[in-house]
């Protein structure tokens, strides 16, 4: 993957830039990269409760091949205990 190159000549001779023009500079490139119209990010929208479901099969994933098994099955369940309320 090839990123877009750094243009070197916002930078002063020592190599700084104020925290003003370095915003200013950023939302120029931003504007010049990604004009209007172009297609945002698709990402899906993952709800709370998955996240904290999927890090509670994690985390017992890892208790079961005895990586801190308590520690870990008691923490997934605080986790599954989180997401039974954040359904409700």
């Given at each position: 993957m090839s990123w877009p190159a750094i243009d070197h000549s916002l930078l002063s001779p020592s190599g700084h830039m104020s925290k003003r023009a370095h915003k200013a500079a950023l939302k120029r490139?931003?504007?010049?990269?990604?004009?209007d119209g172009f297609p945002q990010s698709q990402r899906s929208q993952v709800s709370k409760r998955e996240t904290l479901?999927?890090?509670?099969?994690?985390?017992r994933d890892l208790a079961s091949r005895g990586m801190h098994p308590r520690s870990y099955v008691r923490h997934a369940l605080q986790l599954e205990a989180q997401a039974a309320l954040e359904e409700s």
């Open positions: 490139e931003t504007a010049r990269l990604f004009p479901l999927r890090q509670a099969a994690q985390l």
